[in-house]
């Protein structure tokens, strides 16, 4: 898998894998939440912590396009124990379905895909 993302790692976690999910509004969120999270990592933009508050307890990881470890989706992240990477900028943004690895262990969060 070669780097595809990097940005600001929320705590330090191992990596983990998962299919990604592109989440663009509340409906996706609720068609997640009947089909099941386990094992996705959800891209999201510029989203609140409510936005994904049903699915926490089950995602593999979240990547935030906008934002830093101190916004809301990042500190409710840090407290539920999902691997998170804010502000992250693709080199090559991963199509939906596509097998990803987040990997917080570093000093930067990385994406691999």
Same mark, same amino acid.
């Given at each position: 898998?070669?780097?595809?993302?990097?940005?600001?790692? @929320? /705590?330090?976690?191992? &990596?983990?894998? !998962?299919?990604?999910?592109?989440?663009? !509004?509340?409906? +996706?969120?609720?068609?997640?939440?009947? +089909?099941?999270?386990? *094992?996705?990592?959800?891209?999201?933009?510029?989203?609140?912590?409510? /936005?994904?508050?049903?699915?926490?307890?089950?995602?593999? !990881?979240?990547?935030?396009?906008?934002?830093?470890? #101190?916004?809301?989706? *990042?500190?409710?992240? #840090?407290? /539920?124990?999902? &691997?998170?990477?804010? *502000?992250?900028? /693709?080199? #090559?943004? &991963?199509?939906?379905?596509?097998?990803?690895?987040?990997?917080?262990? *570093?000093?930067? !969060?990385? @994406?691999?895909?």
């Amino acid at each position: 898998m070669n780097e595809i993302g990097r940005g600001q790692k @929320v /705590f330090d976690v191992a &990596p983990v894998s !998962g299919e990604i999910r592109h989440l663009e !509004g509340s409906g +996706e969120v609720l068609d997640l939440l009947d +089909e099941g999270a386990a *094992g996705i990592i959800v891209v999201v933009r510029d989203a609140g912590a409510t /936005f994904l508050a049903p699915l926490y307890h089950d995602l593999a !990881g979240v990547i935030c396009t906008a934002g830093t470890m #101190r916004s809301h989706i *990042g500190i409710v992240t #840090r407290e /539920f124990g999902v &691997p998170c990477i804010m *502000g992250c900028e /693709f080199s #090559r943004l &991963p199509e939906h379905g596509a097998t990803v690895e987040l990997d917080c262990s *570093g000093v930067e !969060g990385i @994406v691999r895909g």
